[in-house]
């Protein structure tokens, strides 16, 4: 008898969970009819980063940020103002576009940065005091967290025409030529390893880089520094270069609420003379005002023989619209 009422409690147990399950499947995978299914999602808190993290899924990392920016200046002088002046305007605008996509190990950074404006003094025309066009794109394979390799491409030119002015010994204003679009252009290919330690900070270091220096215009050359032409020989359009080494330290981080701090510094050194090194650091500090207006201001120092004896120096200081999206 005891060995009878033991099967027999055995399989009602088992017959209840079989029922359980055969009751429990239709509720999870198909709900009543006209109501939604049950959202997870609200069981885990989206807002902690953790749980975020560990839920991307290989389309949540693709990334991207435009800005698209305008600056205004202008100072008028009556002709009975008696403290001199000279009345001016000045027009500047911007737009820089960052997009980065990562899949597992492969990763790939297009970074757009452009920049022209004018001032024009009364008596004197118009005249640039910005112009840039920055364009570089990179692809990387992870080796570890914190390393891996890349290949990139970088483009580096101006949009319009710059001139020198200067009197010649009767006083009289010449305007000269001595560059604009392509003339000159660095175009720069290199493969080598990267070290990003951080999401805002990344140092590539490339044994192999090679840039051409582009001179489109083969006029230009009476009217540069020494008649160098940038490096191009005479009645060449085109420098090859092959480096050494190139580094490349590039920092773009908020440094405060509403503050932003971004530079890229870059080291050339040639493979024909190692002791010519040319270097060129881009920097910008921009504080959002509010939702549409900033204060930003930007340098570039650049040493390079091929272009001057001396260290160049620009600077801005601009405030007007951004709008980033």
Same mark, same amino acid.
Request: hydrophobic share 40%; glycine share 6%.
């Given at each position: 008898?005891?060995?009878?009422?033991?099967?027999?409690?055995?399989?009602?147990?088992?017959?209840?969970?079989?029922?359980?399950?055969?009751?429990?499947?239709?509720?999870?995978?198909?709900?009543?009819?006209?109501?939604?299914?049950?959202?997870?999602?609200?069981?885990?808190?989206?807002?902690?980063?953790?749980?975020?993290?560990?839920?991307?899924?290989?389309?949540?990392?693709?990334?991207?940020?435009?800005?698209?920016? #305008?600056? =205004?200046?202008?100072? %008028? +002088?009556?002709? !009975?103002?008696? $403290? @001199?002046?000279?009345? /001016?305007?000045?027009?500047?605008?911007?737009?820089?576009?960052?997009?980065?996509?990562?899949?597992?190990?492969?990763?790939?950074?297009?970074?757009?940065?452009?920049?022209?404006?004018?001032?024009?003094?009364?008596?004197?025309?118009?005249?640039?005091?910005?112009?840039?066009?920055?364009?570089?794109?990179?692809?990387?394979?992870?080796?570890?967290?914190?390393? #891996?390799? =890349?290949?990139?491409? %970088? +483009?580096?030119? !101006?949009?319009? $025409? @710059?001139?020198?002015? /200067?009197?010649?010994?009767?006083?009289?204003?010449?305007?000269?030529?001595?560059?604009?679009?392509?003339?000159?252009?660095?175009?720069?290919?290199?493969?080598?390893?990267?070290?990003?330690?951080?999401?805002?900070?990344?140092?590539?270091?490339?044994?192999?880089?090679?840039?051409?220096?582009?001179?489109?215009?083969?006029?230009?050359?009476?009217?540069?520094?020494?008649?160098?032409?940038?490096?191009?020989?005479?009645?060449?359009?085109?420098?090859?270069?092959?480096?050494?080494?190139?580094?490349?330290?590039?920092?773009?981080?908020?440094?405060?609420?509403?503050?932003?701090?971004?530079?890229?510094?870059?080291?050339?050194?040639?493979?024909?003379?190692?002791?010519?090194?040319?270097?060129?650091?881009?920097?910008?500090?921009?504080?959002?005002?509010?939702?549409?207006?900033?204060?930003?201001?930007?340098?570039?120092?650049?040493?390079?023989?091929?272009?001057?004896?001396?260290?160049?120096?620009?600077?801005?200081?601009?405030?007007?619209?951004?709008?980033?999206?």
């Amino acid at each position: 008898m005891n060995y009878f009422s033991a099967l027999f409690l055995n399989s009602s147990k088992r017959n209840f969970k079989v029922g359980i399950i055969f009751f429990l499947f239709p509720l999870c995978f198909n709900p009543v009819k006209g109501q939604a299914p049950y959202d997870f999602s609200k069981l885990i808190d989206l807002s902690n980063g953790l749980n975020a993290a560990r839920l991307k899924v290989e389309k949540d990392t693709s990334w991207h940020k435009m800005e698209l920016g #305008a600056n =205004f200046n202008q100072g %008028n +002088f009556s002709p !009975q103002w008696t $403290g @001199g002046g000279v009345s /001016s305007i000045g027009i500047g605008v911007l737009f820089n576009a960052l997009f980065e996509n990562k899949k597992g190990k492969n990763s790939w950074r297009n970074d757009l940065q452009t920049q022209y404006g004018f001032a024009k003094n009364e008596g004197q025309g118009s005249r640039k005091n910005m112009d840039r066009i920055f364009f570089d794109t990179k692809y990387n394979r992870d080796v570890s967290s914190k390393c #891996a390799l =890349f290949a990139n491409i %970088n +483009f580096q030119s !101006q949009f319009a $025409g @710059g001139f020198d002015y /200067s009197l010649n010994a009767d006083s009289v204003m010449i305007k000269r030529k001595v560059s604009r679009f392509a003339a000159p252009a660095y175009f720069t290919q290199s493969i080598g390893m990267e070290y990003k330690p951080v999401d805002y900070f990344f140092l590539d270091f490339a044994p192999g880089a090679f840039r051409q220096t582009f001179v489109w215009d083969k006029n230009l050359y009476v009217n540069t520094p020494n008649q160098n032409n940038y490096g191009v020989a005479i009645g060449r359009r085109i420098h090859y270069e092959l480096a050494l080494m190139q580094i490349v330290a590039n920092y773009n981080k908020d440094i405060a609420k509403q503050m932003n701090l971004k530079f890229r510094y870059q080291l050339y050194s040639s493979l024909a003379d190692p002791s010519k090194i040319d270097s060129r650091l881009d920097a910008s500090l921009t504080a959002k005002l509010n939702k549409y207006m900033n204060v930003n201001l930007s340098a570039i120092l650049v040493y390079n023989e091929d272009q001057s004896a001396n260290i160049q120096l620009a600077q801005g200081l601009n405030i007007g619209f951004l709008y980033s999206f």
